[in-house]
């Protein structure tokens, strides 16, 4: 027999693909805007944060900012919401054994639409503080009421969460509804929020949403092994030894603690948490501990360069990144299922 | 040697008596099938045994009750494959082997060199070589339950319990399957238990018989004892002959009543 070497699931050259992916991402999210800054001098100031460098700087001040106050935390959030966005959307395909389980599936989003507008609401114009906070909770109500909700007989499954991420999506939307046809002289503000972006990024954002983003990546990437096992059903992974509905609720409340997070400072981007991981499986592999990794990475280079599009294609005015996902998203997703053998039954 | 004892397992359904009282013991290396008419409590029998149902009553394995354990130790011991095994599409033959580690694996490790090469002897011992690379969902029923046979025995548990192993395989095939599982129960010294709705089947590979009717154990033994047209009549309502051959006991389903036409 052959020595046995152990070949990991995830192989070297995709991995380097996707940090390719980020770094590329990163240096045309950086580049591009309406102030022109020149690439060298970027690269310099950005050497420059690095506590061992230190490099005489070649932009102005006000350049400097633009590069490092206005761009580089809009990249760091882009890369956030995106990566948490495709992680999130992997972990919930993994978690319900769905290939169409998307971050929204449990009641975050209507949760988060619904805390929006009552903050834009009852906030009038001084709404922009309370804004994330409010989504944010509403977010973690609406997957906490559907999670207590999605029990039966039988016990917490798969069927009774989505099911009851369908009555609480829709009852919270019902209530978005009623109140915006109470405010409509708000719809505009509510829509610009719902259709997402990340024109208020700045470096505050990143940082309220930091510590809930890296405890949800952590921890949906350490059970990557177990949504493996979890893919031959309940009764054959506990028969495995995994304990599937504490799994399914670790998983189930990192994702949806993640996705709140993100949703709370960037909208409802659509789209990123299904198309992303789909794209991975049908291009690389089905193994969960292939597509989270893969998808954190290329979840966040793919938003940052939507954003891009975003900003540039009616400049100076943006574009919602909902629409820019979903234009760009929906034929390349198109493209790949077509030209996979592979399609997920 | 006693590997497991089953006794006094009741299970109830919304307060219908599903499992009554059943117990048995299997001994180390031997085939025990559970047979028993649609509806008996079979399946739910070994699920009883795989730990993924609660009920009353105990299950010792090597002396040890099975309620006192975590599910990573049950299924260290034990290894389970039901009737229809779940494929996941886009899962490779040996990802899926390798799944039988997973009781082996610590909380978040990956899997080491020595479980790599032991997915690997699975592999060659079954004759997958030729598989490992293809997906699950592509291959053909005889094929599935040889992997589903794999990933049982990369548990490396010493009990495999297995739900109707034969059920909608063509009779080839179905040989084939039983005379791996026999093959690997005397070279791998490891305890069989399954269901099977074939009584020829289960009289020819039988070590002992279990015949469950209505939840409850109506009788236990050789093949020669409880594969009797007196059994199989009263509790399969069926009329049978039953034959002795050099190994075990045949059953032939015969019409009740004789056809109007001549034959």
């Not at chain 1, 399914?248 to 400072?265: D, E, F, K, N």
């Amino acid at each position: 027999m052959e020595p046995t070497v152990r070949t990991p699931l995830l192989k070297k050259g995709w991995l380097l693909a996707a940090l390719l992916a980020v770094v590329f991402a990163g240096l045309v999210g950086l580049m591009v805007g309406p102030v022109s800054l020149g690439t060298t001098a970027a690269l310099k100031e950005l050497a420059n944060l690095l506590p061992w460098i230190d490099v005489a700087s070649e932009l102005s001040e006000i350049h400097a900012g633009i590069l490092l106050d206005v761009r580089l935390p809009r990249l760091v959030l882009g890369l956030l919401v995106g990566a948490t966005l495709a992680l999130s959307g992997g972990s919930y395909q993994g978690v319900f054994r769905n290939p169409l389980a998307s971050p929204w599936l449990l009641g975050v989003a209507a949760g988060a639409g619904l805390g929006a507008t009552i903050a834009i609401v009852s906030g009038g114009g001084q709404m922009r503080e309370a804004l994330p906070l409010a989504a944010f909770v509403g977010a973690l109500l609406g997957v906490s009421l559907t999670y207590l909700m999605g029990y039966s007989s039988s016990g917490r499954t798969s069927l009774t969460l989505v099911l009851s991420g369908i009555a609480v999506s829709s009852f919270l939307t019902a209530g978005q509804t009623f109140l915006q046809m109470q405010h409509s002289e708000l719809l505009r503000d509510v829509f610009s929020w719902i259709l997402g972006g990340l024109t208020t990024a700045s470096w505050r954002e990143v940082r309220l949403i930091l510590p809930y983003v890296v405890v949800s990546v952590v921890t949906m990437l350490l059970y990557a092994r177990r949504l493996d096992v979890m893919s031959v059903g309940d009764d054959e992974a506990e028969s495995l030894g995994i304990n599937v509905a504490r799994t399914r609720l670790v998983v189930i409340v990192a994702a949806s603690l993640g996705t709140a997070a993100v949703v709370a400072v960037s909208g409802l981007i659509g789209f990123v948490g299904i198309i992303v991981p789909h794209a991975v499986r049908l291009t690389v592999g089905a193994s969960y501990r292939v597509i989270l990794p893969l998808s954190l990475l290329f979840g966040g280079a793919f938003l940052v360069l939507t954003d891009v599009l975003a900003k540039t294609i009616v400049s100076p005015a943006e574009l919602p990144l909902g629409v820019i996902t979903a234009f760009i998203g929906a034929p390349f997703f198109g493209l790949i299922l077509h030209r996979s053998k592979a399609v997920a039954s | 040697m006693t590997h497991l004892i089953a006794q006094g397992v009741s299970v109830s359904f919304s307060g219908r008596r599903v499992l009554n009282e059943v117990s048995f013991e299997v001994d180390r290396g031997e085939w025990l099938v559970i047979i028993g008419p649609n509806g008996a409590g079979k399946s739910t029998l070994l699920r009883c045994l795989v730990g993924l149902i609660p009920h009353e009553g105990s299950v010792h394995i090597s002396g040890t009750d099975n309620s006192e354990k975590t599910r990573r130790q049950r299924a260290q011991e034990l290894a389970y494959v039901p009737q229809t095994p779940v494929r996941p599409p886009g899962m490779t033959v040996r990802e899926y082997i390798a799944l039988g580690r997973s009781p082996h694996l610590g909380y978040f490790a990956g899997e080491s060199v020595r479980d790599a090469s032991i997915v690997a002897d699975v592999i060659e011992v079954l004759d997958l070589g030729g598989l490992a690379h293809r997906d699950v969902t592509t291959l053909s029923g005889g094929e599935a339950q040889r992997v589903a046979l794999g990933r049982a025995l990369a548990q490396r548990a010493g009990i495999v319990v297995l739900d109707e192993p034969t059920a909608s395989l063509d009779v080839g095939v179905q040989q084939d399957v039983l005379q791996l599982i026999d093959t690997l129960r005397s070279r791998q010294q490891l305890t069989v238990i399954t269901t099977m709705h074939d009584l020829t089947t289960a009289g020819q590979y039988a070590d002992r018989l279990l015949l469950l009717s209505e939840g409850s154990v109506v009788d236990k033994g050789s093949a020669t004892k409880v594969l009797t047209p007196e059994n199989i009549a009263s509790h399969y309502e069926a009329n049978v002959r039953v034959e002795h051959s050099d190994t075990g006991v045949v059953v032939i389903p015969v019409r009740p009543n004789p056809p109007d036409r001549p034959i």
